[in-house]
């Protein structure tokens, strides 16, 4: 269970001038929001419960993590990689495919020619400075990713690979507190809970970043 709350003063109405409660509400949206995707990206390489009751621990495959023992990034040989252990793994090509990166790894990317050339590219990357399907992936860029020392880890996978479930889907209240001056307080909360479903669907990707 995830919860959210904050209070508003009426000195916060009189100085705005306009009534900030309906943005404090999109602002504890936004962060259950950032719950949701570290919730997917713990269940992506943490321990599934599988089996019939769902009491068999089923520990990320190490086979389908690759590793980094030297100083790159994200490159197209670590994309080639992780595209051949899905199709190793008999994941469908209809099935779409996700890549999960960070700004640097974006960055990384964006100075590959042949990931912004037209010739290898359908996207014309540079235009936005962002990069939106390569490869059969789907990228894209958040900051929520694990980092150890100077490594961060990205994820790939297919979509149906991960699942997230919803115990209780978000809730807003909106209400005056008596026991705190009258103050109007925000209020959000959900429940949820991800795993992985697949193990050939899911791969890992340390990539160096200093």
Do not use: H, W
């Not at 960070?102 to 990357?125: C, E, I, M």
């Not at 980092?147 to 990205?154: D, E, I, N, Q």
């Amino acid at each position: 269970m995830y919860e959210y709350a904050d209070l508003i003063d009426s000195q916060d109405r009189v100085r705005t001038l306009i009534d900030p409660t309906s943005s404090y509400a999109l602002a504890a949206a936004y962060s259950l929001g950032r719950a949701v995707d570290d919730e997917i990206i713990a269940a992506a390489t943490g321990t599934a419960y599988t089996g019939e009751t769902g009491s068999t621990s089923t520990t990320f495959d190490s086979n389908n993590a690759i590793t980094e023992s030297g100083s790159d990034g994200l490159t197209l040989a670590k994309l080639r990689s992780a595209k051949e252990k899905l199709d190793t793994g008999n994941v469908s090509p209809d099935i779409q495919r996700f890549m999960i990166i960070g700004p640097q790894q974006l960055s990384d990317l964006l100075n590959v020619t042949s990931v912004t050339s037209s010739d290898y590219n359908s996207v014309k990357a540079l235009v936005q400075g962002e990069l939106d399907t390569f490869m059969g992936f789907k990228f894209i860029t958040t900051t929520r990713l694990s980092k150890t020392s100077t490594k961060r880890k990205v994820l790939a996978f297919a979509q149906d690979g991960i699942k997230l479930a919803i115990g209780r889907d978000l809730i807003t209240k909106i209400d005056e507190r008596s026991d705190k001056g009258y103050a109007t307080q925000v209020y959000v909360c959900q429940s949820i809970g991800s795993t992985r479903m697949e193990e050939a669907k899911v791969i890992s990707i340390e990539c160096v970043e200093t």
